[in-house]
């Protein structure tokens, strides 16, 4: 929940608490009793009980009496901002043809406070223990597209950002020190893309790659992501950056072209 003392004088208590019930369920949690979702938001029982049963007679929620689980109704929440951004469908072709060069998942997510969001995504084999689709959310020090867009950011934003984010140790390799990630992202930021070792998850290897919009502002970025075991970093390096920037050009065309119009910040930190 938020912070009491930072709410304005409009904020909306219910509000906020019918989204947490909403947030209550993920991929590890497609269905929750009652007490669970009461336990996962914080929320009275008698409360939670009242936000879930208006979320079922409005059609977003499904419930057998004893469990509850969202209904596919539940996009309509997300599509009127996925179709106004338009920049997935733009990246989708392009994104399709660098998995059939390079063999490997490709992603595109925007930066969404501290953490990436994915919006567009092109999977081949399953490389991950957490699945990912649209919507999904990785802390965005540990991920390779959540760099690139943290090192476009305002130097007074990312001083914040610093100063205040909680940098947990994901895996033994992940960056940890606040210093010693700005240093990364000032190295990011001169060389053009990003590439993770095995810092969001053991075994993953990814590379990221800035989209720039109309007024040469980074919008989103776009990785490709590997298993470990395929080959080394200097071997992500050569294969899979050149193609991967290559697409990323290509996309910034079309979105210069006129085929998409360039995300607002609709909520999203400026990039």
């Known amino acids: 929940m938020s912070d009491e003392a930072t709410r304005s004088p409009e904020f909306v208590q219910s509000l906020e608490r019918g989204l947490a019930v909403i947030r209550a369920f993920d991929g590890e949690h497609p269905q929750l009793t009652l007490s669970e979702v009461a336990r ?4 009275t029982r008698a409360a939670a009980r009242r936000f879930l049963l ?9 419930t057998d009496g004893r469990l509850f689980s969202l209904r596919a109704r539940i996009l309509e929440l997300g599509y009127a901002y996925l179709s106004s951004l ?27 406070g501290d953490e990436v969001v994915y919006v567009a995504r092109v999977p081949t084999k399953r490389i991950m223990t957490v699945g990912i689709s649209v ?6 020090y540990a991920t390779s ?16 950002y610093l100063a205040s984010a909680q940098l947990r140790p994901l895996t033994r390799r992940t960056v940890t020190d606040a210093a010693k990630l700005r ?11 990003a590439i993770v070792d095995q810092e969001l998850e053991e075994g993953l290897r990814s ?27 200097e071997m992500i390096r050569r294969e899979l950056l050149p193609p991967l920037l290559a697409a990323a050009k290509r996309i910034e065309e079309d979105i210069r072209g006129g085929l998409s119009r360039s995300p607002t910040a609709g909520g999203l930190s400026s990039a």
Not at 40 to 43: A, I
Request: charged share 15%; glycine share 8%.
């Open 145 to 160: 597209m959540g760099r690139v867009l943290l090192a476009a950011q305002p130097v007074q934003w990312l001083d914040d």
């Open 207 to 233: 590379v990221a790659a800035p989209i720039h919009g109309e007024n040469g502002s980074v919008i989103a970025a776009v990785n490709v992501s590997a298993h470990a075991s395929r080959g080394s970093f």
């Open 54 to 62: 208006t979320l079922v007679e409005l059609g977003y929620v499904h």
């Open 86 to 112: 338009s920049l997935p469908e733009v990246a989708q072709r392009h994104m399709e043809a660098l998995v059939a060069q390079v063999h490997e998942s490709c992603s595109v997510s925007v930066l969404d």
């Open 135 to 140: 919507g999904t959310r990785f802390p965005a």
């Open 40 to 43: 996962r938001t914080g929320l």
């Open 183 to 193: 240093a990364v992202l000032t190295k990011i930021a001169a060389q053009g893309y």
